[in-house]
Each structure stands twice: as C-alpha cells, then as structure tokens.
C-alpha cells in the first residue's frame, strides 16, 4: 500500500508455514485468510486490500448462525441482541468475527491469536476466547479455547466459516462426502422449523456422491462419528485426482453446508462453505445442544484441514 499510515481492511497479517503448508491469519475476526499447500489454494479466501467476503474464515461465537428476531432467554433474563441481518430480522454469527483480535504468541508454523469480550446488553457475560492456528504435514490444524471469565453460567456456541475448493473444479462437478443423517429444516428467514433424516431424500451425501444443480445453505446434524468421536467432510475432484477434507472434533456435532450461490460476481458457486459448529442454528432460543459455561471453566474444540483425495 501506497500510504504509509493505511492498513489492510482486515488488520495485521500473520503468516505461518511449514512442509509445504501455509496461512495467513487476520486481526480482524482473528479468522484465517488464506491457506494452501504446495502453491494450491485449498481455502477461498481474500486478497489483503479486501474486506472479508461472506465472512470467509472467520470465527463465529458466541453463537453461529441466526437467532430469530434476536431474542432469547437464558435463566430468568429475557435479551435482545442487535438484528446484525436486518433484512431477515435475525442476529447472525456472533460477536467476535468483525472486531480486533490480539497477537498472543507467534512462531514459524504456528500463531495464537485472542479477543476479551465484554457484556453487552444483549450478551451480558464476559469470555475470554483464544484461537491457535499451526501447519505442518498433516495440514492445518485449528485449536479454540474460551473461558467464562464472569460469575455466573453463560450459554455458547461457535462455528467457522471456512470456504473449500479445488482449483479448477466447479462446485457442481465437485463429490460431496457428508456424514450426517439428518438436516434441519428452514423457512424463508432460513431459521429452522423442523428436522427430518436425509436417508432417501436428495439432501443424502452419506455416500460421497456429486453436488450437481443442488443449491445448499442448509445445517445437518445426527453426524456419523468416527472412533475418536469426530467426524470429517470431503470435497473431490471428479476424477479422484485431488481432493480436500475437513475434520472437527467431538465438540462439534453439526455441519452447515453453503455452496456460495448467494455471493455475487466470481465467488458465486466457486467453492463450498463447510462450517463445523457446536449447535444448529436458532439455539440460544431451541437450547439444542447449546454449552452452559461455567464462571472460570473453559471449552475447548479442534478442527482442521487436510488436502488429498
């Protein structure tokens, strides 16, 4: 950048690479920007003078997704958070993915980055969240930990908003592996009014199979875990050539799955949206599988990628 005094739109850069991995992590959102391997892009990102385009990679908590109207109660509170998507009426994806994150610690294949939320009227606990991204042969590997930092119990969730791609390969050409028996039904708001199995139904990816015409932003649950309790998402090419996984563990027991066909100009249906999260959206009002945090006790949840058909 020309001006000595301007900064990128999303912040303080932070690049960690090694075996051929590297990403680049942002201030802003404290989310991930870009990451590859070998010179292929397997994450779509965003270049350094852009704001972040459907918040990419960003981190979503202390809820993902939408809650409907912005209300809810927990205990004896009624609250109301801020209509972040007026459009829909709704407070969408959380408080942390468009504020300054802090750099906590940084080596060459690894950085921590960290914001301190504080209560607000809508979301009236304090949390202290740190996120550590590292790289190395396995690819990347992301590791989040929050902390109650206030005195009494709190309610939380957290996603993130990865989107995946093959270089060259359209998201309809792309096979979907997607372990999960069951999705959440949604009205015009894209808030849930139900839940109903995937089993015999053209939302069945089970067996890995091609995404076609198929226009997804749609959360699955009822997950098919692996022996360590996680579960793993696949996108590959058509010819088995190449391929891109993304894994999560057992804190993480629901997949939205979005194949960008709202984004406009050359990200539309250029890549597909895989976001790990703790609970579907609408949660805070549902309580489905939402995490009571107790004063001073921390969660912690990992999840990653890992290039290879």
Not at 76 to 102: C, F, K, M
Not at 265 to 272: A, F, N, Y
Not at 280 to 297: C, E, N, Q, T, Y
Request: proline residues 9%.
């Amino acid at each position: 950048m020309d001006n000595p005094d301007q900064r990128p739109p999303s912040g303080a850069q932070w690049t960690i690479s090694a075996a051929g991995h590297e990403a680049v992590v942002v201030e802003v959102g404290g989310g991930l920007r870009t990451y590859r391997h070998d010179g292929v892009d397997y994450l779509d990102g965003y270049a350094e003078d852009e704001i972040c385009p459907g918040c990419a990679g960003q981190v979503l908590a202390p809820w993902p997704n939408r809650i409907r109207d912005g209300r809810y109660a927990y205990g004896d509170r009624e609250l109301q958070l801020t209509l972040s998507e007026p459009e829909r009426g709704v407070a969408i994806h959380g408080l942390v993915n468009w504020v300054s994150w802090y750099l906590v610690e940084q080596s060459a294949d690894a950085v921590t980055v960290g914001y301190d939320l504080p209560p607000t009227p809508g979301y009236p606990w304090p949390l202290r969240l740190r996120t550590r991204y590292s790289v190395g042969p396995d690819g990347l590997r992301v590791a989040h930990e929050v902390t109650n930092t206030g005195g009494e119990p709190c309610p939380f969730g957290l996603a993130v908003h990865p989107y995946l791609r093959l270089p060259g390969v359209a998201v309809d050409d792309l096979t979907l592996g997607l372990p999960a028996r069951s999705r959440v039904q949604v009205d015009g708001r894209l808030l849930p009014i139900g839940v109903s199995p995937v089993a015999g139904t053209e939302y069945d990816w089970t067996s890995p199979r091609r995404i076609g015409g198929a226009r997804l932003d749609m959360c699955f649950g009822d997950v098919i875990r692996d022996d360590e309790g996680g579960s793993s998402v696949s996108l590959v090419a058509p010819d088995g050539s190449s391929g891109v996984r993304i894994w999560a563990d057992r804190e993480f027991g629901w997949w939205q799955v979005f194949t960008s066909d709202a984004l406009t100009g050359e990200r539309h249906r250029r890549s597909v949206a895989i976001e790990p999260m703790t609970c579907p959206p609408d949660a805070f009002r549902s309580g489905r599988d939402v995490i009571a945090l107790k004063p001073g006790v921390g969660w912690r949840g990992v999840w990653g990628v890992r290039p290879g058909a």
